[in-house]
């Protein structure tokens, strides 16, 4: 019988023996790999953690300690051994297990997550709420290496080692976030994991100042030669110097050895404490071992989805093309360079290539420097990573009018990641800022096009496109500028008009198909700008209209919708009937993207299902 | 005659001797304290930097070298230096100078500031720019060692150490940025400000080693011993580490010795190099520099706005009256403790008290953590820089519905600061969030009771208010609690009605007040919530009125007036005519509230206009 069977909780991993936790992290390993590669998720992650969780279960108490995952893509182990283990075959799916941790879910998740480099504020936010209260128990943050380099992590270990407050952060250091991991930091962090002999190094390093022939002043010169030493070969002083406990490096493989560092940690009666664990990310999975990256984030279906041309992979050819014309061209990409797929352009343009790692706030000032020196920045980012550098957008590109250029990857809905990476609110957000041009291709076609029009439009431009394979419309051999602000009619009809937004326009033109049957005949508009809206054509066809029905795979509050009637109410066309659809006010759950758009009527049988509920509209 | 008569541009400091650069430093300050003791401003901060920013202009070549200086509010002494000083005496005013680097307003202004932190990113971009097209110049940030804890500067110090480029990062350390800087990293950086010794330590630690009879190991290890006493003395290994040559500290005040600094960085071959150059904030100015917080910035009428309660004190005060009442309540400031006026409950409850310093990331995921726990955190943040959190408020705190309270301070129009500080899109921003109460109170009473409210509503909520006096209302000594989404009518009309919002309540019903001499009788709504909005009670407003007016000092994309308009849509009532008043879109420029209001027709004046001027509506 397995042994994972008997453990129902945490608890039951108390009395396994050394031995049993190898036997139950074999399993466990069994399991991952098995129902990962199945349902899709994050397997190389996982993976890498196994041992870990196990000895952070075995040495912490959960829910009473808390224990708070940096992203939450590598909690799978963690609902494993707190009751959801029965519930994995489900991850990500509708109705199903979330991939992230959800305080909803259980109590064994005191934090959830799914952005990068939130866990040590949350966690410090968790210890002073637990000493104000004078509660006892401990708050463990897991952050990886990647992550941890997010300014907003930096913020919180700085702020962390001001209070002295007892927490253990536990850096969880694979070298790779999703990439390899960039960075200065890394650099430093790397001396360890590259040099074996740091154990040999700090004894002999002991040593030495133990036989040198001192007298009085040898055991204070020792003290700093010791610290001193430990900075040199370790990371160990940056940590010490701004306030932590460090303990360290342990093999985050070796279950005793990593029980031993918590325990220390958690033993410590003062302060912060960072514990440093050494992992393989995919570790015990030879292809996701030497593969970490394309292992990272596993689709359901791979083999299809690896078949079929995405927009990201459009987008990345197309900057390719633009690059290989004109110099000024550089790519920027804060962790993203697969799944942006610049890495076609990194190959080819290693000098005017940037992955700055997870560091979406400076990714797009950094942009903005490159642009106020002549040059043209493409930002390939995901629109919910974007919310992360709102402010730069508004304060260092556009207030400066910079000519930046935003590829938003993944707007819309983004299916199986769920709440916290739907790209819900990227068109709500950028249009309200002044001299942004804000639009979405209808089709990879269009996308190309639109890049070309971005890099000639001397202002900032966003372009979102969604996750999803490309339509497979034929792609036009020359690029060409597409007027800013010129939207096309792609449908003439005399009753109503559907004007449309990037993802929706096809399903659209598909609904408004489907309605001649049912005696409507619709006008379909591709706005394709967001902002500046095609006045003209908007107001012509809205002229002409009983009904306009607006739609797009952005929350409605402030969206497209608005801006249309915004439009229609200053050119006192107010009394026209407007009905939105998109993303209602709320967060939308995991799901595939089929069964989400469906739930939010985002598909053509959606869109004739809203339409024919229109009150008075038809008459059967 | 003034030595600075002679100073038309940078490169007429060249010939000074240093004496003459004494007197000069002198004229610079004398001419400053007279002017912004008279138009407002930040002084100490300039004062702090007259011998940097001599020295930078004499060791680079501005605009061909480029200066970035962070937040850019001590570049009154660059702005006299580079062609602006006649025009120093409308600093801030409408049509003046603005108060902050520009680069609309000089070649010598690259790169344009307000907010903190992005100075590094920006330089970097720079100096990427200029490697790419195979250029000769310098690029130099300037930054303060508050704003290098902005998580935003340590991911851009991360990506420069390990990109390798040549840059001069200038670290402006005074130990206070607005208030003395927080955090482990200032206590590092402090070491060296409080340690006058680090001269000797770092001579007898090099004699210490070359004393030792260590035969053939002792090259090597003097080597490593003398990088480590840098590191325990001195905070230039963690600089060295993440791949920048450290130059310093040095006295700047000094301008020799600051050039000699600049010179050798300036000079140095290869990498980015940190020039610590210490100064004192205030310097030359004994009242400035014995209260530096106070003469941060000076209004232009100090000993009246002094006098006057604010939003800010009775905000404060309320939350002190709250904090004694429930143990459960915690303020959190980003570095604001007084311009939110938590001081006061800093010196009463230190423990629930939380200046997080220039980290508006950490401080919401921070306030989320604890509300994770059952506590009742209160940030308080200007509305500008509440961007900086944007996605922690979307994902931390909403996404899991926890308790945090926003107060936002500072939104609408903050007058002199300009561009960068407006609190224009607050409210655009967070109505699209789920779960979030969108509120703002129409006087400082109203505020005190929606404090009372936020502490209950087991929800995130927000509060907007202005940066402003108060409006003199008697304030109710019992605190109540405002029925979430409930607004009230605050005059009955049967004309038209005018739904306003926060700060324009009190404006819209001065302009009511004044339309009856023109027949016009307006119903002037309190709406108090953007998000929920009291249908009933604006559908019942709407269905008796011919012609709605909305009104908010917030963009009108996507703002109060959307939120509205999507009501009546949704309701079937579109084809009543509603007109949007708000901030129209565009970056609103520097110059006093009074004067911006009346531009936008934000004041009763206004309102008034643009009622008489809506077609059809007055028959006169």
């Known amino acids: 019988m397995k042994l994972l069977n008997g453990i129902d909780s945490p608890a039951a991993l108390k009395d396994l023996t050394q031995q049993q936790l190898g036997h139950l992290a074999e399993e466990i390993r069994e399991e991952l790999i098995a129902t990962v590669t199945r349902t899709g998720g994050h397997l190389a992650s996982n993976l890498g953690v196994v041992e870990l969780t196990l000895a952070l279960h075995r040495v912490f108490r959960s829910p009473r300690d808390k224990i708070v995952w940096d992203v939450g893509h590598q909690c799978y182990v963690h609902k494993m051994l707190t009751g959801r283990r029965q519930q994995l075959a489900t991850l990500r799916q509708y109705g199903g297990l979330s991939g992230y941790t959800c305080r909803d879910e259980s109590e064994h998740d005191p934090f959830g997550a799914g952005h990068a480099s939130t866990s040590v504020s949350a966690a410090l936010g968790m210890a002073t709420a637990r000493d104000l209260a004078s509660e006892h128990y401990h708050v463990v943050a897991v952050i990886g290496d990647g992550a941890i380099t997010g300014g907003m992590a930096l913020e919180a270990l700085n702020h962390a080692g001001h209070l002295g407050s007892r927490l253990i952060v536990v850096l969880n250091h694979n070298g790779m976030s999703i990439s390899p991991t960039v960075g200065a930091l890394a650099r430093i962090l790397n001396k360890v994991r590259l040099d ?10 002991r040593w030495l100042i133990k036989s040198l022939p001192m007298g009085d002043n040898l055991w204070q010169v020792e003290q700093q ?3 001193a030493l430990k900075g040199l070969v370790m990371p160990t002083m940056v940590w010490e110097e701004i306030g932590f406990t460090y303990v360290g490096p342990v093999d985050g493989h070796n279950i005793a050895e990593v029980e031993e560092a918590l325990t220390q940690a958690r033993d410590y009666p003062r302060g912060p404490t960072l514990v440093h664990v050494i992992t393989t990310k995919g570790k015990g999975y030879s292809p996701a071992e030497n593969d970490a990256v394309h292992f990272h984030g596993l689709s359901a279906k791979t083999a299809k989805a690896e078949a079929a041309l995405t927009y990201s992979d459009v987008f990345a050819r197309t900057v390719l093309k633009l690059s290989r014309e004109d110099p000024k061209i550089v790519s920027i990409t804060p962790a993203m360079p697969e799944g942006s797929c610049l890495n076609i352009v990194k190959h080819e343009f290693p000098d005017r290539f940037f992955d700055v790692g997870i560091c979406e706030q400076h990714a797009i000032t950094f942009a903005a420097g490159l642009a106020a020196q002549g040059f043209k920045p493409i930002v390939a980012i995901y629109s919910t990573f974007l919310q992360r550098a709102f402010d730069q957008v508004i304060h260092d590109v556009c207030l400066q009018d910079l000519p930046v250029i935003f590829a938003i990857d993944r707007a819309g809905i983004v299916g199986d ?4 990476h739907q790209g819900a ?3 709500s957000y950028l249009s309200m800022i002044p001299n942004l041009i ?3 291709p209808k089709d990879e076609n269009e996308l190309q096009h639109l890049l070309y029009t971005a890099v000639r439009a001397e202002h900032p431009m966003a372009i979102r496109y969604p996750r999803c394979q490309v339509t497979g419309v034929e792609m036009d051999a020359a690029l060409h500028e597409i007027p800013v602000g010129k939207g096309e009619i792609v449908r003439e009809g005399k009753d109503i008009a559907i004007i449309a937004i990037g993802s929706m326009v096809m399903p659209a033109l598909e609904a408004a198909n489907e309605l001649v049957s049912v005696g409507v005949d619709a006008t379909v508009v591709n706005a394709r700008f967001v902002k500046p809206l095609d006045t003209e054509l908007i107001l012509g066809v809205a002229s002409r209209a ?6 797009e795979e952005n929350s409605v509050i402030g969206g497209f919708g608005s801006m249309i009637t915004a439009l229609l109410r200053k050119e006192g066309m107010s009394n026209l009937p407007v009905r939105y659809l998109g993303i209602p006010d709320e967060f939308v759950e995991h799901g595939s993207q089929a069964i989400m758009r469906a739930k ?6 959606g869109i004739v299902w809203e339409i024919l509920n229109i009150p008075g509209l038809v008459t059967v």
């Open 417 to 420: 990641d769920g709440k916290t």
């Open 546 to 551: 009983r009904q306009l029905i607006t739609i």
């Open 196 to 205: 074996h002999r740091y154990h040999q190094a700090k004894e002999g390093g």
């Open 425 to 427: 609110f990227d068109i």
């Open 225 to 227: 030669f010791e610290r």
């Open 438 to 440: 804000v639009s979405a």
């Open 600 to 605: 939010y009527k985002l598909d053509a049988k």
